[in-house]
């Protein structure tokens, strides 16, 4: 089993950012990657970036590319989400989200159904 506790949502205005963190727990081997989904009301929910717990694999949506840095400590076994130059489309539930599988390609994880282990989510509200 593996828990997920997200942290560190807030409002911020557009142009600002915030950071996001998610601290894991229980089998190492159960969460292989760790990933950041959001959905806005009445959408559905949408990848937002992935990283290996190994390696230096890392993915971003394209949505969020060069305003976004996912990144980890094994350490603490925690993850963040560094959120720049936000804008109020990134108004969301951010969720983080473990997955078990092996894939080479990480592009395969932007894909929520691969993700066992998912955060009670984290409000991330961008205002005007």
């Known amino acids: 089993q593996v828990q997920l506790v997200e942290s560190g949502g807030g409002l911020v205005q557009a142009g600002g950012s915030l950071s996001v963190s998610c601290a894991a727990s229980?089998?190492?081997?159960?969460?292989?990657?760790m990933g950041w989904f959001r959905q806005a009301p009445g959408k559905e929910r949408e990848f937002v970036a992935v990283i290996k717990w190994s390696g230096s694999s890392i993915y971003y949506a394209d949505s969020v590319k060069g305003r976004f840095t996912i990144s980890r400590d094994n350490a603490k076994n925690e993850v963040y989400l560094q959120m720049n130059s936000l804008k109020l489309e990134d108004t969301a539930v951010y969720y983080c989200?473990?997955?078990?599988?092996?894939?080479?390609?990480?592009?395969?994880?932007?894909?929520?159904?691969?993700?066992?282990?998912w955060g009670q989510g984290t409000q991330v509200t961008v205002s005007s």
């Open positions: 229980g089998r190492t081997s159960s969460r292989r990657a």
């Open positions: 989200a473990a997955s078990s599988a092996s894939y080479n390609g990480i592009s395969n994880y932007a894909k929520d159904d691969v993700y066992a282990y």
